[in-house]
T-cell receptor, first 115, second 109 residues
Framework: EAGVVQSPRYKIIEKKQPVAFWCNPI?????LYWYRQNLGQGPELLIR????????DSQLPKDRFSAERLKGVDSTLKIQPAELGDSAVYLC?????????????FGPGTRLLVL | KQEVTQIPAALSVPEGENLVLNCSFT??????LQWFRQDPGKGLTSLLL?????REQTSGRLNASLDKSSGRSTLYIAASQPGDSATYLC????????FGAGTILRVKS
């Protein structure tokens, strides 16, 4: 079974530039999560989708961040414009059932460096 | 707001030693407590998930316990090996997963 796929694995951009991350969850997983992990910290939830609906985006900085999950499968997370403080690892995860009380499967992450 | 704390922040032990990693959480209204492993440059791998009604879970050389009333969980690793070297994260699930900062473990051969 293929795991959660993320691309790109690494991205270096200059501040004020836009950037996008892509995630393909495990087949059949209805719930998809985006997390941000700063250096030396645990991941923090940015947004949770159940199918194509964003059910928890309270931690998403909506002035510059946006996300979508068309057709309830793949998802894209965008930052525009990027700031120096956005440098972090962006992790995507998925789980089978809604409600999120079961194991989440994580992708390898996208490491973003904003110069 | 849930807060999760892990102690110690880093741990270095010789191969073969048994060890305990600690996790504490402030809000006992959780559905489950999970332990993850993270290798450098990689995502998280789930190790153990303890439902709120359970007291412990075991997988191979790993044993995790949960005491909701005291807001604590421990991960016990028996007979540690160099391949166990990684960052171990605990996470409490209330309405979302809240992670601790992790314990960086190094097992020396």
């Amino acid at each position: 079974e293929a795991g959660v796929v993320q691309s790109p694995r690494y991205k270096i951009i200059e501040k004020k530039q836009p950037v996008a991350f892509w995630c393909n969850p495990i087949s059949g997983h209805n719930t998809l999560y985006w997390y941000r992990q700063n250096l030396g910290q645990g991941p923090e939830l940015l947004i949770r989708y159940e199918n194509e609906e964003a059910v928890d985006d309270s931690q998403l900085p909506k002035d510059r961040f946006s996300a979508e999950r068309l057709k309830g499968v793949d998802s894209t997370l965008k930052i525009q414009p990027a700031e120096l403080g956005d440098s972090a690892v962006y992790l995507c995860a998925s789980s089978f059932e809604t409600g999120g009380r079961e194991t989440q499967y994580f992708g390898p992450g996208t490491r973003l460096l904003v110069l | 707001k849930q807060e999760v704390t892990q102690i110690p922040a880093a741990l270095s032990v010789p191969e073969g030693e048994n060890l305990v990693l600690n996790c504490s959480f402030t809000d006992s209204a959780i559905y489950n407590l999970q332990w993850f492993r993270q290798d450098p440059g990689k995502g998280l791998t789930s190790l153990l998930l303890i439902q709120s009604s359970q007291r412990e879970q075991t997988s191979g050389r790993l044993n995790a316990s949960l005491d909701k009333s005291s807001g604590r969980s421990t991960l016990y690793i028996a007979a540690s090996q160099p391949g166990d070297s990684a960052t171990y994260l605990c996470a409490a699930y209330g309405n979302k997963l809240v992670f601790g900062a992790g314990t960086i473990l190094r097992v020396k051969s």
